[in-house]
Every structure is written in structure tokens, then in C-alpha cells.
């Protein structure tokens, strides 16, 4: 069971715009808290999408953007590419656990 | 350019110790800030944090495992150990090193990951 959640899977056609949730609590996310996103593509490891909730690493697309909003934040992927498939997994800090927490992952299918 | 390489058995027998070393370049984990913390992931399964450790020999742990695991570094080498002492069946999984930025509260470079199965 993870601490935050994420739903499972997401879909969506080549072009349109897909979201992820990230729902965490009142001593993470809740807590002020930054929210990061990752990005794994099967069989590799995991790619920093977003930090600091909005912020994109050099080299990630702009059509990758996050957001932040009491206790969930969300990561919209727009023009969405068959490259886009993947796992993307949410990451915050719990003050409660004093532990780097990660969401359960969503699969994303590119129709 | 940062990189990071996990290093160690591929498969353990169960009840047996485990060590993995990553092996890092680019940065020294003795700049102010710094960290490696050490990632798991079971097959098809969700990401889980399990250790940190700071340029300051500080170290943090997973509540949920924080009996059987133990981080350490050795500066000079630019090696961070992990050991995970009596493995189960259940801790047959990908393990990942990585760098954590001064100051911050993210994993930015990963290592590729090495499998590590837990079988006798």
C-alpha cells in the first residue's frame, strides 16, 4: 500500500491530453511538501519528469507539466506521443515517516 | 556528468545477507548537501525507498525496514554500500542507487538498477 495514490492506469490517443493524479496527506504532500514525477519506460530505470511540483529537468518536453494543490497534485502530458508510454510515478516527502515516499505508479497506454 | 552503477549478487539464498555497492562519478559526497539514498522495485510492482545517506555520514532509513538495513559510504572510493540482512523471497527486486541534489528532496540521476533474486 503506498502513501500516495496514484490511480493505476491512464489512457489516451495519439494528440489529446492525459492526467495523473497524486493523492497524499496531511503529512506529506498536505504538509508543504514538494511533489516530483519520474517517468520509466519498461526495462529502465526511472527519469526525473518534474521537480519542485512545476519544474521540468533541461531536455524534458514542455508538453510535461505538474501541478499542486492541497494534499494531491497532478501531471498533464499533453500532444500525447507513442513515446509517452510508460510508468510515471509520483515522489514526496512524509514528515510522519520521516521517509522519501512514492506513489503505486500509473501506466500510461497510448491508444 | 553524473553516473551511478549498482554492483552485487544477482541471487541470494534466503535468510542470507545482501551487499550491493554502487559506484558513482561526477560529484563527491562530501559537498554540503549531497546524498545517495538506495531504491527497490519488485517485479511489476511500485517504486520503494529504502535508505539514504548524506555527505555528512547522516543517515536515514524506511521505518518499514529499518532493522535489516544498513547504509554506509566510503568518500574516497566514491562507493555507498547497502546491506539487507535476512532476505526473503518477498525482497526479490531491482535495486537502484541514486544521487540526491544539495538541498533538495528528489532523486535526479539513477543508476541503471541491478536484479537481485532471493531464491535457494
Known amino acids: 500500500q503506498s502513501v500516495l495514490t496514484q490511480p493505476p492506469s491512464v489512457s489516451g490517443a495519439p494528440g489529446q491530453r492525459v492526467t495523473i493524479s497524486c493523492t497524499g496527506s496531511s503529512s506529506n504532500i498536505g504538509a508543504g511538501y514538494d511533489v516530483h514525477w519520474y517517468q520509466q519506460i519498461p526495462g529502465t530505470a526511472p527519469k526525473l519528469l518534474i521537480y519542485g511540483n512545476i519544474n521540468r529537468p533541461s531536455g524534458v518536453p514542455d508538453r510535461f507539466s505538474g501541478s499542486k494543490s492541497g494534499t494531491s497534485a497532478s501531471l498533464a502530458i499533453t500532444g500525447l506521443q507513442a513515446e509517452d508510454e510508460a510508468d510515471y510515478y509520483c515522489?514526496?516527502?512524509?514528515?510522519?515517516?520521516?521517509?522519501?515516499?512514492f506513489g503505486g505508479g500509473a501506466k500510461l497506454t497510448v491508444l | 556528468q553524473i553516473t551511478l552503477k549498482e554492483s552485487g549478487p544477482t541471487l541470494v539464498n534466503p535468510t542470507q545477507t545482501l551487499t550491493l555497492t554502487c559506484t558513482f562519478s561526477g560529484f563527491s559526497l562530501s559537498t554540503s548537501g549531497v546524498g545517495v539514498g538506495w531504491i527497490r522495485q519488485p517485479p511489476g510492482k511500485a517504486l520503494e525507498w529504502l535508505a539514504l545517506i548524506y555527505w555528512d555520514d547522516d543517515k536515514r532509513y524506511s521505518p518499514s525496514l529499518k532493522s535489516r538495513v544498513t547504509i554506509t559510504k566510503d568518500t574516497s572510493k566514491n562507493q555507498v554500500v547497502v546491506t539487507l540482512t535476512n532476505m526473503d523471497p518477498v525482497d526479490t527486486a531491482t535495486y537502484y542507487c541514486?544521487?540526491?541534489?544539495?538541498?533538495?528532496?528528489?532523486?535526479?540521476?539513477w543508476g541503471q538498477g541491478t536484479l537481485v533474486t532471493v531464491s535457494s
Open positions: 515522489q514526496s516527502y512524509d514528515s510522519k515517516l520521516n521517509a522519501y515516499v
Open positions: 541514486a544521487h540526491r541534489g544539495s538541498g533538495v528532496l528528489y532523486f535526479d540521476y
